[in-house]
């Protein structure tokens, strides 16, 4: 975006995909930015490389000097926002932008997140602070020209706006960062290519299906099970433990003197072990580290843990569900 505003030919700074390169595990690709990450430049007049946007950003606004300031004047109260927003996507926004579009993410691929909902709350409420950093007076977030706070957040809010839908979420915004968004979309020269660029890209993915393999935007069971329904207080139970993760509480139609049910709150198409995704790591390891405690809470020494896996194996609630069983002699080998 900075680099259509300032009329950077592709002379001065080709556009490589890293794909051209090998990919951004490639040797070549990590010999510009070890880090493995987009984007990175590599500049020719000063042999160094540059890798992070902003870093490449701030760089490329002072090596170009056409087409207006990028940074308001420096020590300026529109500097110091322009600053405070560029930073607040690069370090709340962007590392968890994962959380959008990834369809299987390895490890905690939404920073500290265990789930994709987590992540994409946290998310939503990072947007709504630009509301808060913005510069009321418009048109541009930080005052009359574009700055780097635009061009840093504009492609993001894009891929947002288009992308939460799919995940059942609503692009909400303040009034300001609504009236800046729609302006840069419609009748911004540099907004509306941008927008094209970036939508247009979105719409062709999602014409080729690749949304439809993600769990909680194509790939959902939405039907609410008896289990969402004691968890929203719809159906009651007798509780004996809760946390923002997860639910624990007693079997209706014990089969031990202690027989208690400890499930995830949110289901996030967990109807049943063999659907776990990588990103359902995170509970399923939270359900296994409170089972011991749940147990203990319940009065049990020794007990048994069982996670039945589809009809044939007993299974007749679709939303997974460890049982916590105890208070008796149990057996082994299991019925
Ligand atoms: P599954 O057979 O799927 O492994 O386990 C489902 C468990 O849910 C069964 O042990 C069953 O007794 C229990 N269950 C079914 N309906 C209800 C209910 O409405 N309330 C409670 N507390 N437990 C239920």
Redesign the pocket.
Known sequence: MLLYYKDVTPDDVAIVSPMDLGGLRSDEYLAVNPQGKMPALACRDEDELVPESDTIARFLGGKFDSGGAFAPPAGSTLALKADRLARHHDIYLAPIQGCLYKASPAGQAYGAFPTRAAALDEFQAQLQLIERYADAGGPYLCGPEPSQADCALFPTLIFAADMLPKFGREFTVGPITKKWFEMLKTSDPIGRRIYEEVHGALEGWAAKGRWDTIHGAGLRDAEAT?FDK?VSGD?P??KVYEDDLCLA?????P?APV?I?LIPKHRNDLSQLRKAQPEHVGVLGHLMAKAGAVAEAAGLDDYRVVV?DGEGA????FHL?V?IIGGRELSWPPG
């Open positions: 008896l004691i159906i139970s007798e509480f007693k079997d209706v139609a089969c027989h049910l039945n007993g299974q007749t609630v569900h049982h």
